[in-house]
């Protein structure tokens, strides 16, 4: 049994035996992740803060050493090369996970939060007792002057005084009020700027038949708060001395604090999920062909936001009411995060349900950050994939295994060279694997080794429009027309559809339909920062041109040669950012990506007006006759012509919304044609 004291002295007990806790850094550590109550608190933070913002070079390596040490105190009998089971990593850093008993500040918040809700003062009073008694001198006494331990150092301290008031009001309730009038007088004294005690001071007076008493210690705060603070007492304050000035028994009776009934626990919907109950079933149909044939691999690819975690979320809690060990891992996008993460965080849930027993050693690297130890490289790795899919198979002899990995385009090589190991294991293992399969260009080696189990591909599609409205309704009311203008916008994708929800909820039809979330567009400008500076430029070209534009236009607009255009609608079209609807044609797939384009184009770029040898698009009205062009313009419009004049119209559209109608022209002035100008150098210039 492990006990950490941090409320007065800092100590550790194992056992009912004191442990030495080390050093002044090593004992922050620990005092760090006891403040942090069970959350994880980050490398970096922690260095951070035991070197007061200026940790030196090897503070890293420093901070483990410590860890470790820790470790080897808190689990004294904990076999070698075994995971840590109360002092444990979790991404981005460390994290205690200890019974609230452990710790005495746990266990006296604990105690608190059961005396605040029972309706028998007995009760409340004898947890409060107990909780009191947990207290031998300031909490974090030991560090209290570190700047990360002053707020939870004031916030025990503000629980502390609550506590000791609560303890008088139960004995008040009691009927034992000479017995609490020390008590109270002593919150008087400690925090003579605080209202409720001079409250419980009055009234334990009162309850006791000094009137008199009371009213000298009403008088006594009222001079108190004067002179400290330049304020009158509050109503409390006020109310009870005119309650006991009037003898109005039945205020100061009522005075007394009731218990706080417990909040009833809110309800909470489930996050919607819709549209992806077929995909969800074939993955579920999928673990039973794992669990009578052998592993099985399975493949879940689509854009960002189309839903692939969700799904996977999903299917492990369903895995999970079937009576399958699921485990899980994300693999990080940090260059920084330790090889296989992903595999460390699967394994460890593992770990928990089942000792890795004689794999313990080879696993060691994953399961309890130990380096490898032969100086074979190679051979290493190779015993490592051994070890894991041996151990799973192992484990899922009693019972079957799904593992879980997401985000597989971020994989490192140590990740991948795990995952490819599945080929041929003959157990009970459903692998799944999602990815953004325009992200993927590392894992196609690895993608090859799986080929050869004929995995299970589903490639995740948009949303239909029953699933786009009911996504969108879920948000907020939207008629028909709006949630067809959102489907077609977002291409059915989830957090797309989403986004726009949130802004027509928040900003209306008119904007959902022509503005991008700010969401979304920071998601697409990331897919668009992924390609090359080139291709970006033959992208904007196409989005002023319009949602769907001919590649020759773009050929013969861009500056680029043939071959740099073809070249940068490939790459758009194996990013997902283009289709192609027709041959010769290329098309955004959907309009939030062209609206995105565009308005990352500049201003001056986008307003900049046909040159002289500039003309109009071929969709000008008809009207304009080659005789009406204007002087020096070729009555012939070149495919660059009409994309920049896309853009200056698409610009002055944006602009003529923001500001408003021109002003109508003069009486007898006719109104200006599609090509008048002010003067003759404005139409040539």
Not at 262 to 290: D, I, Y
Not at 476 to 492: F, H, P, S, W
């Amino acid at each position: 049994m492990v006990l950490i004291r941090v409320l007065g002295s800092f100590a550790a007990e194992v056992g009912g035996e004191p442990v030495p806790l080390g050093g002044p850094r090593q004992r922050g550590v620990l005092a760090l992740l006891v403040a942090a109550r069970g959350q994880v608190v980050p490398v970096d933070r922690m260095a951070e803060d035991l070197w007061r913002g200026e940790p030196p070079s090897r503070a890293l390596a420093s901070l483990q050493a410590y860890v470790s040490n820790l470790r080897r105190l808190l689990e004294p009998g904990r076999p070698p090369r075994t995971p840590a089971r109360l002092l444990v990593s979790a991404a981005p850093g460390y994290a205690l996970r200890l019974p609230a008993e452990a710790v005495d500040a746990w266990r006296f918040e604990e105690l608190l939060d059961q005396a605040r809700t029972l309706a028998d003062p007995r009760d409340a009073r004898a947890r409060l007792d107990e909780a009191l008694a947990l207290w031998r001198g300031p909490a974090f006494a030991e560090v209290a002057d570190e700047p990360w331990a002053t707020a939870e150092v004031a916030r025990l301290h503000e629980l502390r005084l609550v506590a000791r008031e609560l303890h008088v009001a139960a004995g008040l309730r009691l009927g034992d009020p000479a017995a609490v009038v020390p008590a109270a007088e002593g919150l008087t004294r400690d925090e003579p700027l605080r209202e409720e005690g001079w409250r419980l001071h009055a009234l334990a007076l009162w309850n006791s038949g000094r009137q008199a008493d009371a009213l000298a210690a009403l008088r006594r705060a009222r001079a108190t708060l004067a002179d400290e603070l330049g304020l009158d007492p509050g109503p409390d304050l006020v109310a009870l001395e005119e309650a006991i000035l009037t003898r109005r028994t039945d205020v100061l009776r009522a005075a007394v604090p009731a218990p706080v009934s417990a909040p009833a626990p809110t309800w909470k919907p489930p996050p919607t999920f819709v549209g992806r109950e077929r995909e969800l079933a074939t993955l579920v149909a999928a673990a039973g062909e794992a669990a009578t044939d052998g592993a099985r691999i399975a493949l879940v690819t689509g854009e960002a936001g189309l839903g692939k975690s969700t799904l996977l979320d999903h299917l492990s809690t369903r895995l999970e009411q079937d009576g399958w060990l699921v485990t899980t891992g994300s693999c990080s996008e940090v260059d920084s995060a330790p090889p296989a993460w992903a595999w460390v965080e699967a394994l460890r849930t593992v770990a928990a349900n089942v000792a890795p027993g004689e794999f313990a050693d080879d696993l060691a690297p994953l399961l309890a950050d130990v380096p490898p130890v032969d100086g074979d490289a190679a051979a290493g790795r190779f015993r490592l994939r051994q070890a894991v899919w041996n151990w799973l198979a192992a484990v899922a002899a009693g019972r079957p295994v799904a593992v879980v990995l997401d985000d597989l385009h971020w994989a490192d090589a140590t990740t991948l060279e795990l995952l490819a190991g599945v080929v041929g294991v003959r157990a009970p293992i459903l692998v799944v694997a999602a990815y953004r399969a325009d992200e993927g260009e590392r894992l196609t080696d690895t993608l090859a080794s799986l080929a050869r189990t004929a995995p299970l591909r589903i490639d995740l599609p948009g949303l239909d429009g029953d699933a786009v409205a009911e996504l969108v309704r879920a948000e907020c009311q939207a008629d028909d027309a709006t949630v067809a203008g959102i489907a077609e916008r977002t291409g059915g994708n989830p957090f797309y559809v989403r986004e726009s929800a949130r802004l027509l909820s928040g900003e209306g039809a008119l904007v959902a339909l022509s503005e991008v979330p700010e969401g979304v567009r920071d998601v697409l400008r990331r897919r668009l920062a992924r390609l090359p500076d080139s291709g970006v430029s033959i992208l904007r070209l196409a989005a002023v041109a319009g949602r769907a534009c001919s590649v020759d236009v773009l050929v013969r607009a861009a500056d680029a040669d043939e071959d740099g255009v073809l070249d940068a609608l490939d790459a758009g079209v194996i990013a997902g950012l283009l289709d192609e609807p027709a041959p010769g044609r290329v098309r955004f797939v959907h309009a939030l990506v062209r609206d995105t384009l565009v308005a990352d184009v500049s201003r001056l770029r986008a307003t900049r007006r046909p040159s002289a040898t500039a003309c109009v698009p071929p969709s000008w009205p008809r009207r304009a006759t080659p005789t009406t062009w204007p002087p020096r313009c070729s009555p012939t419009p070149s495919p660059s012509a009409a994309i920049r004049m896309s853009a200056w119209t698409c610009s002055a559209g944006c602009c003529a919304r923001r500001s408003g109608p021109a002003p109508s022209p003069r009486p007898g002035t006719p109104a200006p044609g599609p090509w008048s100008t002010p003067n003759r150098s404005a139409a040539t210039t």
